[in-house]
């Protein structure tokens, strides 16, 4: 039997002219008792609609059941029924789909575009590495996506197509991407004999300040191998390839309005272990949340308040100059600021108050360093100390538009750190989860105080790792490699 079979819901939608290739009818295929299991097989279902319990349908389910190698698959099939499902994937691509219409130099007054992919091929020179990865994330034969224009280019819509609606040009198209498709082997499944699992770490690599540099990157992957994790590198394009993976890794600055919010949350929807996980971004990233809980569970922070718009007023009758004005979603220090007057303040919070409908005031502790501890699994993990930059009355500076300095760095052991801060840090990541947490915390005469909870804590090369060494990103390792076992059983 042919490795290659085509699905046809009707011998007439073949066109005469096309070559003698292995083309059955859907009712031989789904009723015959021709089509044993076996995983050679390779069934390119071309009905003329995948809809619920239609032939098409039953095609890809019997299929999968059957053993067979099918596009599109059942899975496939579900998340094109419903905008609202693939628009997760399609969102992700829109940046792509605006760099890809102005390459390719259409009408100025074009506001609308059809584009049909076979195969993942397009005729379009400037469209076809969009082509394909629409592809990778939903392999129909044929594919037509809308593209619109409103306020910048964007996928409107995706839908299938047969084989019979399309023009002779069109069929012409077809009949060399299927050429090309059919003589593409298929990817096998993964031979890992020593690789159980297999991790998504998703990074940018042109992120000026990553939560991880490259050499942290090259350990973290080392370390997956040892703890028999199979890791890839991905960045934002492979969303549409998410569910291939069983663990997800995410090394890159976590926001909530951002692709790294939507990739933890399709990344858990999808049963993956994930980290950050979207509940601890959520938690996180929020200073006016993280604020609250902390408070509410009674962990020590500096004196904080949550101010709308026009509070701002009152604020220097509250506290004592200097305050610090945070914007609620900043990170690495940015959106943070030292006022020393009520001319300054009201100069910030009216700048900030366009940002956000609330900020906060927090009073100004002066120590040389900020504590980090880092926890995993709600064990301690690292520790480090971050100086102050040079000058500078935070950790980070960004007065210099086009680079950031940070102050120097000490890391210690967890034995040589006063246990007060380990137990004072441990208490606030519990109140987020069981994840990795940075907890930065100051220590002064009058106690430990909790300055925030990151859900993305930095993990360099020779900084958070100078203790521990590649014993830490092990312990990482082996953590997801546990949440996975744990799955299974």
């Not at 910030?348 to 699994?377: H, N, P, V």
Request: positive net charge; proline residues 5%; charged residues 25%.
């Amino acid at each position: 039997m042919s490795e290659h079979v085509i699905i046809i819901e009707n011998t007439k939608d073949w066109p005469t002219y096309f070559p003698n290739l292995s083309v059955v009818p859907v009712k031989d295929y789904l009723t015959s008792g021709n089509y044993p299991p076996q995983r050679r097989l390779r069934i390119i279902n071309m009905c003329r609609s995948y809809s619920y319990a239609s032939h098409g349908y039953y095609c890809s389910l019997l299929a999968e059941a059957r053993g067979h190698r099918v596009i599109p698959t059942v899975r496939t099939i579900q998340d094109l029924s419903r905008r609202s499902i693939y628009s997760l994937t399609t969102k992700e691509l829109d940046d792509q789909v605006e760099k890809a219409i102005v390459q390719q130099g259409l009408d100025p007054d074009t506001t609308r575009l059809k584009v049909v992919l076979f195969f993942g091929h397009c005729d379009l020179p400037a469209l076809q590495d969009l082509a394909q990865q629409l592809f990778e994330g939903f392999k129909v034969p044929i594919l037509q996506v809308d593209l619109k224009y409103k306020a910048g280019w964007h996928i409107a819509g995706i839908r299938t197509l047969s084989l019979k609606n399309c023009t002779e040009i069109e069929q012409n198209t077809f009949l060399a991407a299927l050429k090309r498709y059919i003589t593409k082997p298929w990817r096998k499944p993964k031979t890992r004999p020593s690789y159980k699992y297999d991790l998504a770490i998703l990074h940018d690599p042109k992120e000026k300040l990553p939560p991880s540099d490259s050499e942290a990157i090259q350990h973290f992957i080392s370390a997956a191998k040892e703890s028999g994790l199979n890791p890839e590198l991905i960045q934002k394009r492979d969303y549409v390839r998410l569910a291939e993976y069983d663990a997800l890794f995410i090394r890159e600055t976590t926001q909530i309005d951002h692709h790294t919010f939507r990739f933890a949350r399709r990344a858990q929807k999808e049963g993956l272990v994930v980290v950050d996980d979207p509940d601890s971004i959520l938690r996180c990233t929020n200073k006016v949340f993280l604020e609250e809980l902390l408070r509410a569970n009674r962990v020590p922070t500096p004196k904080t308040l949550i101010l709308s718009r026009g509070q701002e007023k009152q604020l220097g009758n509250i506290m004592n100059f200097p305050i610090i004005v945070k914007i609620p979603d900043g990170s690495f220090s940015r959106g943070v600021y030292k006022v020393q007057n009520n001319l300054e303040l009201f100069a910030i919070c009216k700048t900030l108050f366009k940002e956000s409908d609330l900020i906060l005031a927090q009073e100004y502790m002066y120590t040389e360093f900020d504590w980090r501890i880092g926890i995993l699994d709600r064990k301690p993990l690292f520790v480090c100390k971050y100086l102050m930059s040079a000058g500078h009355w935070q950790i980070y500076n960004h007065d210099d538009q086009q680079n950031a300095y940070s102050g120097d760095f000490e890391t210690l052991s967890i034995s040589d750190t006063p246990p007060k801060v380990i137990k004072t840090a441990l208490r606030a990541a519990k109140l987020i989860g069981d994840g990795l947490y940075g907890v930065d915390l100051k220590q002064t005469p009058k106690g430990v105080y909790v300055i925030e909870v990151n859900d993305n804590p930095n993990i360099d090369g020779d900084v958070e790792d100078k203790i521990a060494g590649h014993e830490l990103y092990l312990q990482i390792m082996q953590f997801f490699l546990r949440r996975l076992e744990q799955q299974r059983n």
